[in-house]
């Protein structure tokens, strides 16, 4: 079994900077992609950013210049280090994962999102 907990969201004010975190545990063999999806009200979810095993990275446009994904294979933890936010930027931030676990069983997993809140 695996969890994720993510970390990190909150109220900031327009230009300001979060961190988010998001840590995996459990039977864990190997993380392969990882990334960050966000889902305002009334929007469908959509990717931010994600990072290979390798440590290729991809941005949606709107982020680009202004977040950066990071990850820590030690610790089987994501990064997104968000600045210059925007109100437009207020949504869920959801972590995605690819595991494979000991038992050779892989899947993609989801964190429980984190709310952050971006004021004009």
């Known amino acids: 079994q695996v969890q994720l907990v993510e970390s990190g969201g909150g109220l900031v004010q327009a230009g300001g900077s979060l961190r988010l975190s998001c840590a995996a545990s459990?039977?864990?063999?190997?993380?392969?992609?990882m990334g960050w999806y966000r889902q305002a009200p009334g929007k469908q979810r959509e990717l931010v950013a994600a990072?290979?095993?390798?440590?290729?990275?991809n941005y949606a446009d709107s982020v680009k210049g202004r977040f950066t994904i990071s990850r820590d294979n030690a610790k089987n933890t994501v990064y997104l280090q968000m600045n210059s936010l925007k109100p437009e930027d207020t949504a869920v931030y959801y972590c995605?994962?690819?595991?494979?676990?000991?038992?050779?069983?892989?899947?993609?997993?989801w964190g429980e999102g984190t709310l952050v809140t971006v004021s004009s």
């Open positions: 995605n994962l690819d595991i494979t676990t000991t038992r050779w069983y892989a899947s993609s997993y």
């Open positions: 990072v290979t095993s390798g440590g290729s990275t």
């Open positions: 459990g039977s864990i063999f190997k993380i392969n992609g």
